[in-house]
């Protein structure tokens, strides 16, 4: 369980974050939207312990998160940054395997394993930089999951691909979601994506000193369609209610 209390942030006197209580039970898959510039990738950051919290608490399964925590993985929108461009995509991705201890043969085995996963089946020799922007991002959600964490964060990991791509991934993270049920934080790219894939929606309300605004739980059927699903009266009603705390600041 990821549980945050009264978390503050602020860069010296500019207050970013304020007054953030949320708890995200263990396999919940929680999408949080809300304006540019509202604090979303500074919320995320805080919860992986890369700033420490100005006000608040958070603890992850009891204990209080002072620094990153062990079996943390994070996804960032930057997937050409975030992957080693001199080291095969197997090694990428087998990388944080080395903290298991795992002999060489065990780590690429299981790396090759989460690239079939992913539909990278036989990239394993090739390097990052001979991969498409949406293999490339596979390539980091395996790195990502092969390291079994409990905790999954995603920075707006599909805000930077084509559409097409963007909504295979989408589809990816649902079905590698409801295999594993790892929980997981994703700060979504836009308003239809986090109903579309997540269990929970939480909006932030725009800056300075952002809050939650609204909490809301998605009941949508777990099976995911991006055509059938979209056209759910549902689906349409969720993405209403999202879409209007987004545009204003009053609580709901």
């Not at 503050?8 to 919940?28: C, F, K, N």
């Not at 990816?172 to 986090?194: C, F, K, M, N, Y």
Request: glycine fraction near 10%; hydrophobic fraction near 40%.
């Amino acid at each position: 369980m990821l549980r945050l209390d009264s978390l503050g942030q602020r860069y010296g006197d500019h207050r970013v974050l304020h007054d953030i209580s949320l708890t995200v039970p263990d396999g919940q898959l929680l999408c949080m939207v809300g304006p540019s510039g509202c604090g979303k990738s500074t919320l995320l950051r805080t919860i992986a312990g890369l700033l420490p919290a100005r006000e608040g608490t958070i603890t992850l399964d009891g204990a209080p998160v002072t620094g990153v925590p062990d079996r943390l993985a994070v996804v960032f929108q930057d997937y050409g940054r975030s992957l080693l461009p001199w080291l095969s995509v197997r090694d990428n991705v087998a990388l944080p395997l080395r903290r298991r201890g795992l002999r060489r043969a065990e780590r690429r085995a299981e790396a090759e394993r989460m690239l079939e996963r992913v539909g990278l089946a036989g990239t394993a020799r090739r390097h990052p930089w001979q991969l498409s922007g949406g293999m490339q991002q596979r390539v980091a959600i395996a790195r990502a999951l092969a390291c079994r964490p409990s905790l999954l964060l995603m920075d707006e990991p599909f805000g930077s691909l084509d559409a097409q791509t963007r909504e295979d991934l989408e589809d990816l993270l649902v079905q590698v979601h409801r295999a594993d049920g790892t929980t997981t934080v994703l700060v979504a790219h836009d308003i239809d994506e986090s109903v579309y894939v997540g269990d929970r929606v939480v909006v932030l309300s725009p800056g300075p000193a952002s809050r939650v605004v609204l909490d809301l739980p998605v009941g949508l059927p777990d099976a995911r369609d991006q055509i059938a699903t979209r056209g759910l009266a549902e689906f349409v009603a969720l993405r209403a209610q999202v879409g209007r705390a987004v545009r204003s600041d009053t609580p709901r």
